[in-house]
């Protein structure tokens, strides 16, 4: 196998980050500190030392423990889930991890991590607050669309609850021409893409087969497969280093999806070809209901190491330490140094998905303790403890919340029910022969629901026929 050139590529001169402001972008050096991160700006290193120090470790990884303060709270280390034992270990594992990186404890203090503090030093009060108010509109779009699937709109539905401040702290990491891979719960991500939420239900209330064009906002159609899109992303993130872009990918995938075949093929490939892909694991500790334990040894975030790149895990209810690392990542991968896998460690607090029921796998204590470390939480802790929003900015967010679930009830209820023949006309680009034997031999099976066993009209066969 030919390994392709490994000379790091120089990061952009002035290169933005993107603010965590909707669409926005700023400098980061240019931007001011919050008074919340003034005595950790303190410490931050130049622009052009916090890069090389983001990717010059000896490992090349960037910002893990190996020269960062053990995050407050957390416990000497403790040893690995071992598969199949019989308590849930993979929740324990993570709170025992000394390189577990958290800015933001559970009660809304801030942390300081020097080798994480200057990818957050830009954020203003304003940028808190649009962070906040991403988390809180991505849950109310994610509420709103379980009760619609309980109401029979939806046929089926993947819910993101508690772990907004992953998807979120990811998402606002990510510049404009920086393409992403997800999965089927992505709907935070999304939203940070700028896709209009109603198109993300399209396909489960099974209008479409996706519902957005993905080149509009570089967010690629939903992923059922799971962790095919890590492949998706390595082979594209191979062309973007071709094309010489200078903007980075990211796949999006989680702890059950890593024992599939794809995700090592990917992790192979794109290490062995330095591809700018950032792997990003929200490990929610369930494949529907099979914990992490089961599936793996080490710590998830751990594996990269054996494919020769670096990893991280971060505190995946805290969204600042997911901006910061995913910030850190993406410039990693943008710089030329290859891929990285960033493990955002959280908890699905809802079911699987609709279909779903986790009470007969997973107790209530489990959830009610990880209930405690809702993301939401910790930001509004956050935003009260500094003084940076105040009753206006919630009671108007409550407001703008109502809005979205009322444009998003009305929205599905009106989508129109899709050209049952059109599933053949999207088969093939050039059309065959096969198919078009489908389609006549499914136009005549249509046509029969509006007769009779003997050929006559049906009784009552109306224009609902065959619907
Ligand atoms: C290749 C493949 N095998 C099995 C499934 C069925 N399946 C759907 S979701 C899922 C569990 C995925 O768990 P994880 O990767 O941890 O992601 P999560 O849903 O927890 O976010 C499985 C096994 C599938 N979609 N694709």
């Known amino acids: 196998m030919t390994v392709e050139s490994t000379t790091a590529r120089k990061p952009r001169s002035g290169e933005a980050a993107q603010d965590a402001g909707a669409g926005r972008k700023t400098t980061r050096a240019a931007a001011a500190t919050p008074a919340g991160t003034a005595k950790t700006a303190k410490t931050a290193r130049s622009a052009k030392t916090a890069k090389s120090a983001g990717t010059s470790r000896a490992n090349g990884t960037p910002g893990t423990a190996a020269g960062g303060r053990t995050p407050a709270g957390s416990r000497s280390r403790g040893t690995s ?69 309980r109401q029979g709109e939806l046929g089926l539905w993947a819910s993101l609850l508690g772990q907004e401040a992953a998807q979120i702290g990811s998402g606002r990491a990510l510049n404009d021409d920086d393409y992403v891979f997800p999965t089927y719960r992505e709907h935070g991500v999304a939203w940070c893409r700028g896709v209009d939420p109603v198109n993300l239900l399209g396909m489960f209330r099974g209008v479409n087969n996706g519902g957005w064009d993905p080149n509009s906002n570089n967010f690629h159609l939903y992923t059922i497969v799971i962790g095919s899109q890590t492949l998706h992303a390595t082979g594209y993130a191979m062309g973007v280093a071709k094309d010489g872009a200078g903007s980075a990918v990211i796949a999006y995938f989680g702890d059950g999806a890593s024992s599939q075949g794809d995700v090592a093929e990917a992790f192979t490939f794109s290490a062995v070809y330095n591809a700018p892909v950032v ?37 995946g209810n805290d969204v600042l330490a997911c901006l910061a690392v995913t910030r850190a990542a993406l410039e990693h991968s943008r710089g030329g140094a290859g891929p990285m896998l960033v493990e955002a460690f959280t908890y699905r607090m809802g079911a699987h998905t609709t279909s779903d029921d986790p009470s007969k796998y997973r107790s209530d204590e489990e ?33 703008e919340s109502e809005a979205l679930g009322r444009r998003v009830r009305e929205a599905v209820r009106s989508m129109p029910d899709p050209d049952v023949m059109a599933i053949f006309d999207n088969a093939y680009a050039d059309g065959s022969s096969l198919v078009d034997e489908e389609r006549r031999a499914f136009a005549a099976y249509q046509a029969s629901f509006d007769e009779g066993p003997d050929g006559s009209a049906a009784a009552g066969a109306g224009a609902e026929g065959g619907k």
């Open 279 to 315: 792997f990003f694991c929200q490990n929610n500790q369930w494949a529907i209901s099979e914990p992490t334990e089961r599936q793996t040894r080490v710590p998830l975030y751990q594996r990269a190491r054996g494919y020769g790149f670096p990893g991280v895990r971060v505190d």
């Open 81 to 149: 889930g071992t598969a199949g034992t019989d308590a849930h270990g993979a929740a324990e594992t993570a709170e025992r991890d000394d390189e577990l990186v958290q800015l933001l404890t559970p009660e809304g203090e801030r942390v300081a991590r020097p080798d994480y503090d200057e990818y957050v030093a830009d954020l203003t009060p304003e940028s808190f607050r649009d962070l906040y108010r991403d988390m809180v509109l991505t849950r109310r779009f994610d509420g709103e669309a379980t009760q619609l699937q």
């Open 367 to 399: 959830r009610e303790a990880w209930t405690a470390k809702d993301p939401i939480l910790r930001l509004r802790r956050y935003l009260e403890r500094e003084g940076y929003a105040d009753d206006a900015f919630f009671a108007q967010l409550e407001e």
